[in-house]
Each structure stands twice: as structure tokens, then as C-alpha cells.
């Protein structure tokens, strides 16, 4: 079965520094990685997915995350943060022939300081 | 289009008593996926149904839970005599179709079950 490892459970960091979060995930054939972001009592937010092709992926509000297949990775990244970034990220893993069941990992809080 | 809709958003239940959460996929989706984040946890996946049909429902529990699509109306995810470890926010997720290149899952903004 698929698993995903945030190696993080929080990552404290100024603004306007960068910032890693990390994923691992278990090895599979074909896999979807998808990165979610969640505000304080909200929903969840697709911040950017991997399916197949360039292993860069660019997301919304400046995030990107690169797919890396031999280390089993799928970090998030981001060059300058802001204050408004602060929230709780999930990475997820999507087995093609599993459906539309994501997995998750156990999310990273990401809290920004001025 | 209005995005998914969960009602309702917050939820108080004494233990042993039923608890009904609802969700409205957004238009056009025909699949719909239950999840459930516990306090200080990730999302677990629950269960996965397309209209009328339960398509895999290995996340739920044995007992008390149970999930229904109908032809028409909400998705129904449906808790029997709570407990206090029921106790969680439950999220619900449609999309179009089975998750491929062209598509992707829109959240609902949850329910938070809170059992006293």
C-alpha cells in the first residue's frame, strides 16, 4: 500500500526566507503526488500535482516542488515567504489504479514570523 | 459554480446519538470521497462513491459509518451512536471523473463532529 512521509511536523521561518517542506512517499509504478495547502478552519487547496512529464512543477502563490523518482521525493519549495503562507501543508499520493483515493501525509505547519 | 459544499459546518452530538454530514459535489461531479482528519493528524481516506455506488470504501470503519450517493440529492456520510473518538473534522471531495491528467479533487470546507 502507498504511504507518505512529511518528515516535518513544523517549520518556523522568517519572512521573506526560503523554505523546503518535505515528501517522501513509498514506491509504486505510476503515481500522482499532489501538494494541498490549509488555512485555519478551511478546506483543502491544491497548491500544484505531478502526473507525469517535467519534473518541476510550478504551483500557485509562488510555490513549485520537484518530482525526484530515485530518492522517492516530492519537496515543496518556495524562494520567499510570506506572512500569509502561514497554514497547515499536506502532501498526497494518488495510486492510478486506486481511483480517486489520495493518501496523505501528516501534514507540516508552516508558521511565518515578520 | 459553486465550489463543494459540506453542511453542516460545525456539529454537536452527545455520545450515542446519530450524526448526518452532508455534501453537495460541485456541479458535474459524479464522484465523491469521504475523509476524516483527527486532532494533530493527516487526512484518512474513508470512502469513495460515484453516483449510486460504493466504489471502495476501505477506509471506513467496520461499524456505525456508512456513506450513500443517491440519484439525486447530497452525498450522506452517516455516524451511528457517536462516541467521543468520532470526534473529527470530516472532509468531503469530488471530481469530474476517476483523478488523471486533467483532473483533480475540490475539497469541501468540512465538518467539524464535536461528541460530548
Given at each position: 500500500?502507498?504511504?507518505?512521509?512529511?518528515?516535518d511536523?513544523?517549520?518556523?521561518?522568517?519572512?521573506?526566507a526560503?523554505?523546503e517542506?518535505?515528501?517522501?512517499?513509498?514506491?509504486?509504478?505510476?503515481?500522482?503526488?499532489?501538494?494541498?495547502?490549509?488555512?485555519?478552519?478551511?478546506?483543502?487547496?491544491?497548491?500544484?500535482?505531478?502526473?507525469?512529464?517535467?519534473?518541476?512543477?510550478?504551483?500557485?502563490?509562488?510555490?513549485?516542488?520537484?518530482?525526484?523518482?530515485?530518492?522517492?521525493?516530492?519537496?515543496?519549495?518556495?524562494?520567499?515567504?510570506?506572512?500569509s503562507?502561514?497554514?497547515?501543508?499536506?502532501?498526497?499520493?494518488?495510486?492510478?489504479?486506486?481511483?480517486?483515493?489520495?493518501?496523505?501525509?501528516?501534514?507540516?505547519?508552516?508558521?511565518?514570523?515578520? | 459554480?459553486?465550489?463543494v459544499?459540506?453542511?453542516?459546518?460545525?456539529l454537536?452530538?452527545?455520545?450515542?446519538?446519530?450524526?448526518?454530514?452532508?455534501c453537495s459535489?460541485?456541479k458535474?461531479?459524479?464522484?465523491v470521497?469521504?475523509?476524516?482528519?483527527?486532532?494533530?493528524?493527516?487526512?484518512?481516506?474513508?470512502?469513495?462513491?460515484?453516483?449510486?455506488?460504493?466504489?471502495?470504501?476501505?477506509?471506513?470503519?467496520?461499524?456505525?459509518?456508512?456513506?450513500?450517493?443517491?440519484?439525486?440529492?447530497?452525498?450522506?456520510?452517516?455516524?451511528?451512536?457517536?462516541?467521543?473518538?468520532?470526534?473529527?473534522?470530516?472532509?468531503?471531495?469530488?471530481?469530474?471523473?476517476?483523478?488523471?491528467m486533467?483532473?483533480?479533487?475540490?475539497?469541501?470546507?468540512?465538518?467539524?463532529?464535536?461528541?460530548?
Amino acid at each position: 500500500a502507498q504511504s507518505v512521509t512529511q518528515l516535518d511536523s513544523q517549520v518556523p521561518v522568517f519572512e521573506e526566507a526560503p523554505v523546503e517542506l518535505r515528501c517522501n512517499y513509498s514506491s509504486s509504478v505510476s503515481v500522482y503526488l499532489f501538494w494541498y495547502v490549509q488555512y485555519p478552519n478551511q478546506g483543502l487547496q491544491l497548491l500544484l500535482k505531478y502526473l507525469s512529464g517535467s519534473t518541476l512543477v510550478k504551483g500557485i502563490n509562488g510555490f513549485e516542488a520537484e518530482f525526484n523518482k530515485s530518492q522517492t521525493s516530492f519537496h515543496l519549495r518556495k524562494p520567499s515567504v510570506h506572512i500569509s503562507d502561514t497554514a497547515e501543508y499536506f502532501c498526497a499520493v494518488s495510486d492510478g489504479n486506486q481511483g480517486g483515493k489520495l493518501i496523505f501525509g501528516q501534514g507540516t505547519e508552516l508558521s511565518v514570523k515578520p | 459554480n459553486a465550489g463543494v459544499m459540506q453542511n453542516p459546518r460545525h456539529l454537536v452530538r452527545r455520545r450515542g446519538q446519530e450524526a448526518r454530514l452532508r455534501c453537495s459535489p460541485m456541479k458535474g461531479h459524479s464522484h465523491v470521497y469521504w475523509y476524516r482528519q483527527l486532532p494533530e493528524e493527516g487526512l484518512k481516506f474513508m470512502v469513495y462513491l460515484q453516483k449510486e455506488n460504493i466504489i471502495d470504501e476501505s477506509g471506513m470503519p467496520k461499524e456505525r459509518f456508512s456513506a450513500e450517493f443517491p440519484k439525486e440529492g447530497p452525498s450522506i456520510l452517516r455516524i451511528q451512536q457517536v462516541v467521543r473518538g468520532d470526534s473529527a473534522a470530516y472532509f468531503c471531495a469530488s471530481s469530474p471523473s476517476l483523478l488523471s491528467m486533467n483532473t483533480e479533487a475540490f475539497f469541501g470546507q468540512g465538518t467539524r463532529l464535536t461528541v460530548v
